[in-house]
């Protein structure tokens, strides 16, 4: 089993920053993407930043030029960046992982919550 321990979230203003943190763990072997969703209340959950085993990555055009997604692959941790934050950004941001391990695997994290006061 793969586990995945978010930190980060919190409450801050518009125009202010947030990290966020994901740290996997257990039957890890391989990693091949870890990526940050987010879901806001009344909506589907929607892709916000990814990154692959070469350090590509992908963002939701909504956060191109205010996120940044970055992994450390000795930790095994998955970080966003969050700059410029504006309301709409608010949601239960979720970190996702997907790779081998004795089978492979796609695991959620618990989820965080980021709120952006205007």
């Known amino acids: 089993q793969v586990q995945l321990v978010e930190s980060g979230g919190g409450l801050v203003q518009a125009g202010g920053s947030l990290r966020l943190s994901c740290a996997a763990s257990?039957?890890?072997?391989?990693?091949?993407?870890m990526g940050w969703y987010r879901q806001a209340p009344g909506n589907k959950r929607e892709l916000v930043a990814s990154?692959?085993?070469?350090?590509?990555?992908n963002y939701a055009d909504s956060v191109k030029g205010r996120f940044t997604i970055s992994r450390d692959s000795a930790k095994n941790t998955v970080y966003l960046q969050m700059n410029s934050l504006k309301p709409e950004d608010t949601a239960v941001y979720y970190c996702?992982?997907?790779?081998?391990?004795?089978?492979?695997?796609?695991?959620w994290g618990q989820g965080t919550q980021v709120t952006v006061s205007s």
């Open positions: 257990g039957s890890i072997f391989r990693i091949n993407t």
């Open positions: 996702n992982v997907q790779g081998t391990g004795w089978t492979k695997y796609n695991t």
């Open positions: 990154i692959g085993t070469g350090s590509s990555t």
